[in-house]
Structure formats: structure tokens, C-alpha cells
């Protein structure tokens, strides 16, 4: 009975997570099928719990020591979202990228980014503004580090479910 409730309690958040997104560009359907595009994830101009990210890695001494598993979290969960019909890693041989500019983490769950897929030449695919994943952080024990773990992956997953419904 638990599990049934926070899985409907999750699927709730996303339903909400999902209006105040705004996609700019949606050209998928002409991008190939399979796709592997290089993802980059910058969090220099983020807020994170109401501190810049320069602040925050003072506060957090583990911040950027634990960063690269926040971005693998968000790209292993995009990737089981997306299904293999596109494939975001970390490639050099690739002509596609993702961006994801990380705006904010709340305190209350919630990492709000924009994303923005483009070929080689500069041709952008997809963009979308303000997304942002579920928040459960009424669920959520850790530390900071270990719950932005988590947001990020359902951030991941977000993004994962947008681009899949316009593929």
C-alpha cells in the first residue's frame, strides 16, 4: 500500500513539474533515430539552496567531488526514459549535443534547468526552458549531496519523457 502511494504521489509531482516547462524548439521528428549526442551539464550560474555555486562548494566541501555522479544520475535516468531512441553519454566522435544549463536546486526538491540539443553546425533539434522533475523531498533522508542525487535523476527523467513524447 506504501509503495502504491508514493508512486502515485510521484507521478502526481511529475504531472505538476511539467507546466511551468516551456519547449522553444521541437524538431526531433527530424533528428535520426538513435542518436547519440555528447551531454554537458554546466551548473556555473546555478542557485543552489539559495547560494551560488562558488558559495555552495565552500559550504558542501564535497560538491565537486560528487558533481559528476549528479550529472550521471540525471543522464542514466534520461537514458532508460528515452528507450534507446536517442542515447545521451559523454562522446567526442558524436555530431549532436545536450546542454543543460542548471538554473536552481531548491531547498524544496526541485532542479530547474534548460536544455538545448544541437547538431555539429550549430542547428538546434530541441530546446526546452525551465524544466524541472519531481520533487520528494518529504521522502528524501540524506545529506544535500545525496538528495540532489536524487532530484537530479528525476530531473533526468523529465527530460527523458519530453523528448521521447516528441520523437
Known amino acids: 500500500m506504501k509503495k502504491v502511494l508514493l508512486l502515485t504521489l510521484m507521478m502526481v509531482g511529475l504531472a505538476f513539474s511539467a507546466m511551468g ?41 564535497d560538491w565537486e567531488k560528487d558533481k559528476p555522479s549528479i550529472v550521471e544520475k540525471f543522464r542514466a535516468a534520461a537514458n532508460v526514459k528515452l528507450d ?14 545536450m546542454t543543460v544549463t542548471v538554473k536552481s536546486i531548491t531547498t524544496k526538491g526541485f532542479i530547474v534547468c534548460d536544455a538545448v540539443l544541437t547538431d555539429k553546425n550549430g542547428k538546434v533539434y530541441f530546446a526546452v526552458e525551465d524544466l524541472k522533475g519531481s520533487s520528494d523531498s518529504f521522502f528524501t533522508p540524506g545529506t544535500k549531496l545525496a538528495r540532489i542525487k536524487i532530484w537530479s ?7 527523458g519523457s519530453l523528448i521521447k513524447d516528441r520523437m
Not at 526531433?28 to 554546466?42: E, F, H, Q, S, T
Not at 543552489?48 to 555552495?56: D, G, L, R, V
Open 21 to 61: 516547462q516551456t519547449v522553444t524548439v521541437d524538431s526531433l521528428r527530424k533528428a535520426p533515430l538513435g542518436l547519440r549526442a555528447n551531454l554537458v551539464m554546466d551548473f556555473s550560474k546555478a542557485i543552489i539552496h539559495e547560494m551560488s555555486e562558488e558559495n555552495f562548494a565552500k559550504y558542501e566541501k
Open 153 to 159: 535523476a528525476l530531473t533526468g527523467v523529465a527530460l
Open 84 to 97: 534507446n531512441e536517442m542515447k545521451l553519454g559523454y562522446y567526442d566522435d558524436v555530431d549532436y549535443q
